[in-house]
């Protein structure tokens, strides 16, 4: 039975996407992960939200040498 998700993401499909989710189903494990580790197409990203990224990125970095340096603060007391 589908679930109201599923019929969401059928909806937005087009036909020959529906038809290879339906054949995806139908692979053994081998040729699952052979489809699967197909490579992806990059994003084309505007310029801002590209730049919110690298915001996001030093944001993360920033943040991770904050808790390192207090755990050896905190280490050291």
């Given at each position: 039975?589908?679930?109201?998700?599923?019929?969401g993401?059928?909806?937005v499909?087009?036909?020959?996407?529906?038809?290879h989710?339906?054949?995806?189903?139908?692979?053994e494990?081998d040729q699952?992960?052979?489809?699967?580790?197909?490579?992806?197409?990059?994003?084309?990203?505007?310029?801002?939200?590209?730049?919110?990224?690298?915001?996001?990125?030093v944001?993360?970095?920033?943040?991770?040498?904050?808790v390192?340096?207090?755990f050896?603060?905190?280490?050291?007391?």
């Amino acid at each position: 039975m589908m679930t109201p998700r599923d019929q969401g993401l059928l909806a937005v499909t087009t036909d020959s996407q529906s038809e290879h989710e339906e054949l995806v189903g139908f692979l053994e494990p081998d040729q699952l992960v052979n489809d699967k580790a197909r490579p992806v197409a990059r994003a084309h990203l505007s310029g801002s939200t590209r730049f919110w990224l690298w915001v996001l990125r030093v944001f993360v970095v920033v943040v991770a040498v904050m808790v390192i340096w207090t755990f050896v603060a905190q280490l050291r007391a």
